[in-house]
């Protein structure tokens, strides 16, 4: 789950934000992540003004991408993407090692306004979840339905086809009036059964497959120590995932002191975007000539704003204009 063992953290009370925390159940053979974040994602929602539907949703996904990249190494990248016929049509979260963070979402306004409260946003497509770790690893993705399912079940899904690991997923996302602001908060915990032996990894779960008709299948437990885990996990709340006066260490504690729980030392979140002029000025240098003079506003100008910052750029198209020689 990480890439070294991490130091041990003595117990707080003080709360955190922007920040994921390795932990350790060792009576039960289970290692996790826990995410608390504040101003990251509250710059990352606030810069689009999503309404407070689409908010929470990419909320959830900026959670879930930072408690799986997390766990790589510095010079690493993890991209959450999902793409589906729903109300939200395309999420992108990006997670730059060891803690860069940044996300948008595209939707349909009018689908929104029309929608029941309470509607599904993400409808029948994908979830991919893409893993470059340096240039000597090669690059990997893995790839699960969207039915109508929330991002947790999707995640849980993931990890049974591609990771094969059993791994408990719980999100939350809030949002909190501070005099006339609003300020949005997320979290997110991960728990993963890592015993010594894989033979403790099977799960009940598994579809058995085609079978001869008469064949008796071999009934499948789950293991006694990953079926404790996940009913402690399961009693958190969602105001204990985003709550900011409670200290990540307390919350770990309320959840698994009756086997003991190891933190470790936290890793830092923040948001943060790849956009630079530079980068964009290569981009439009890979653009046709025509291309680019099609892009050319009213004020002369070639004006370019980032999606996922929401930064606007100008630039001038005499920088770009292709020589006669």
């Known amino acids: 789950m990480s890439k070294s063992e991490p130091s041990l953290r003595a117990v707080s009370d003080q709360a955190y934000d922007d920040i994921a925390l390795p932990f350790a159940i060792e009576a039960l053979d289970v290692r996790g992540r826990l995410v ?19 908010a929470r949703l990419v909320g959830e996904a900026a959670a879930l991408t930072a408690l799986l990249g997390a766990a790589l190494k510095s010079e690493g990248r993890l991209q959450l993407q999902t793409r589906s016929d729903g109300i939200v049509d395309m999420i992108v979260v990006d997670f730059d090692a060891p803690d860069r963070l940044r996300a948008f979402a595209r939707f349909d306004e009018a689908k929104l306004v029309a929608a029941m409260p309470g509607a599904e946003l993400l409808g029948r497509g994908h979830l991919a979840l893409t893993i470059e770790q340096g240039s000597d690893v090669a690059r990997y993705q893995g790839v699960v339905a969207l039915e109508g399912q929330g991002l947790e079940e999707a995640a849980h899904q993931y990890f049974r086809q591609s990771e094969q690991i ?11 009036l501070t005099g006339a602001a609003t300020n949005w908060r997320a979290g997110g915990l991960l728990l993963q059964f890592l015993p010594a032996s894989i033979e403790r990894q099977r799960r009940a779960d598994l579809a058995p497959g085609d079978v001869p008709e008469g064949a008796i299948v071999p009934e499948i437990l789950e293991d006694d120590a990953w079926a404790e885990a996940k009913a402690l996990a399961a009693t958190v709340e969602d105001h204990e995932l985003v709550d ?41 240098r890979n653009f046709t000539q025509q291309e680019r003079d099609d892009m050319v506003g009213d004020n002369g100008k070639i004006g370019v704003t980032c999606e996922f910052c929401s930064t606007y750029r100008e630039f001038d198209p005499a920088d770009f204009k292709e020589s006669d020689a």
Not at 36 to 54: F, S, V
Not at 166 to 176: C, Y
């Open 36 to 54: 608390r974040l504040g101003p990251a994602i509250d710059e990352i929602l606030t810069r689009h003004a999503y309404p407070p539907a689409i």
């Open 166 to 176: 059993p791994t408990f997923v719980r999100l939350a996302v809030a949002e909190s």
């Open 244 to 284: 900011p006066s409670l200290s990540s260490e307390r919350l770990l504690y309320r959840l698994f002191h009756e086997r003991g729980v190891t933190v470790f030392a936290p890793q830092s979140l923040r948001a943060a975007c790849r956009c630079s002029d530079e980068r964009i000025a290569t981009m439009l």
